[in-house]
């Protein structure tokens, strides 16, 4: 029994010992740096002459549509640091991470929707870049339902502040 199964396992580990995997590994990688496997969908295209263009100032007109998708991204991609309010004390602050200055505060509430767009786009201090998350338009959307957050004042919005989508 016992040689058997030496026998079954040697035969096995030999088996194994092709080097496919190692050769499939770099065929898959050199197929990818070639550009043969299309572009999975969903990601969202950096630098291309059309993406400038969709940053560029002043960006769409601020309509109630614009400001409810905003508002639907903004609980999405910033509420869990910045809060629902925009006070910088969503769940992700109260778990440790630095938390983000009010945005009812003097300083940012002269922002402009474009710094905004700016801030999401680049990245600010500790808050990291959103551009490989949140494509051009919906940056726009999101910077004036900040904008519109701002306005209406501290507190105005209802909900948990722990809300995650
Ligand atoms: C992971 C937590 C986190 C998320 C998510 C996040 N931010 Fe921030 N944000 C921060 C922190 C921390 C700062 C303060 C950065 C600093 O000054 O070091 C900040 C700063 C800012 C500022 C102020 C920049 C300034 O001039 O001081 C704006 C505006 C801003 N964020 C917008 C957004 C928007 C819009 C989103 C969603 C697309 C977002 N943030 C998502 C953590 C976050």
């Known amino acids: 029994m016992r040689l058997a199964a030496t026998i079954a396992s040697v035969i096995f580990l030999a088996a194994c010992d092709t080097g496919t995997e190692e050769r499939d590994a770099v065929a898959s990688t050199h197929t990818v740096q070639r550009g043969y496997v299309p572009v999975p969908p969903g990601t969202v295209p950096r630098g291309t002459s ?3 263009a969709a940053l560029a100032p002043p960006g769409p007109e601020r309509t109630p549509a614009l400001l409810a998708h905003g508002g639907e991204r903004f609980k999405i991609f910033c509420s869990p640091c910045h809060g629902l309010n925009g006070r910088g004390d969503g769940p ?4 440790g991470f630095a938390p983000p200055p009010s945005y009812h505060d003097e300083r940012l509430r002269v922002l402009t929707p474009e710094q905004i767009v700016q801030v999401i786009t680049q990245g600010k ?3 990291f870049p959103y551009a490989d998350r949140v494509p051009p338009a919906d940056r726009w959307a ?3 339902y900040v904008k519109e957050l701002q306005e209406r004042g501290v507190g105005t919005v209802s909900g948990q502040e722990s809300a995650t989508p």
């Open 125 to 127: 201090g500790r808050m």
């Open 92 to 95: 992700v602050v109260s778990r």
């Open 142 to 144: 999101i910077a004036h």
């Open 50 to 52: 059309a993406q400038v």
